[in-house]
T-cell receptor, first 117, second 113 residues
Framework: GAVVSQHPSWVICKSGTSVKIECRSL??????MFWYRQFPKQSLMLMAT?????????EQGVEKDKFLINHASLTLSTLTVTSAHPEDSSFYIC?????????????FGSGTRLTVV | SQQGEEDPQALSIQEGENATMNCSYK?????LQWYRQNSGRGLVHLIL?????REKHSGRLRVTLDTSKKSSSLLITASRAADTASYFC?????????????FGEGTQLTVNP
């Protein structure tokens, strides 16, 4: 079945630094990827939608200059948290739209736990 | 913005009992999906029900969908301690830019041994 590999699974960084999270679709082409953020004991909030070769579409309230999304190929999308601050500490999950005949439409990465100290 | 609202927010039951979680949404949907998430982990897809379906079963799971009321329910029968997790409904909505998945607030289920 479709697999999305997300790395790193966890990262601790100092305040002010930038962190890059990668999501790769391993056995299918993902023309669209979604990035979610989840704070403790809360639901997943969609941050942005990225389409291969074009600019990402950000949800209201999400700073595009802070959360840089690059979807340069059909198998790779990256989220860079720039100048990270403790309030950016969260669980980030990517999802790729999967058009396989058996899938349920979306394949999720395993998530990245970001802690900013 | 979040489309789905779930209730209850938290549910605590004894092993062997049934657990029912409800989800309501606002817009027309392609399908509705239920996911499980163990604490601090990724999502596990449980079941998908299409907008033209009313009920679906998978093992100990039973999902219903009422599009007239824009609501769905997830029933877990004969619960086990291992079912302890957060459960989210997610609606697949078609938009001009393509479809997207929007999650409900979630229900934290605790199954006591």
């Amino acid at each position: 079945g479709a697999v999305v590999s997300q790395h790193p699974s966890w990262v601790i960084c100092k305040s002010g630094t930038s962190v890059k999270i990668e999501c790769r679709s391993l056995d299918f082409q993902a023309t669209t990827m979604f990035w979610y953020r989840q704070f403790p004991k809360q639901s997943l909030m969609l941050m942005a939608t990225s389409n291969e070769g074009s600019k990402a579409t950000y949800e209201q309230g999400v700073e595009k200059d802070k959360f840089l999304i690059n979807h340069a190929s059909l198998t790779l999308s990256t989220l860079t948290v720039t100048s990270a601050h403790p309030e950016d500490s969260s669980f980030y999950i990517c999802s790729a739209r999967d058009r396989g005949p058996v899938g349920h439409g979306y394949t999720f990465g395993s998530g990245t736990r970001l802690t900013v100290v | 913005s979040q489309q789905g609202e779930e209730d209850p927010q938290a549910l605590s039951i004894q092993e062997g009992e049934n657990a029912t979680m409800n989800c309501s949404y606002k817009t027309s949907i392609n399908n509705l999906q239920w996911y499980r998430q163990n604490s601090g982990r990724g999502l596990v897809h449980l079941i998908l029900i299409r907008s033209n379906e009313r009920e679906k079963h998978s093992g100990r799971l039973r999902v219903t969908l009422d599009t007239s009321k824009k609501s769905s329910s997830l029933l877990i029968t004969a619960s086990r301690a291992a079912d302890t997790a957060s459960y989210f409904c997610a609606t697949d909505v078609r938009e001009t830019s393509g479809s997207r998945l929007t999650f409900g607030e979630g229900t934290q289920l605790t199954v006591n041994p």
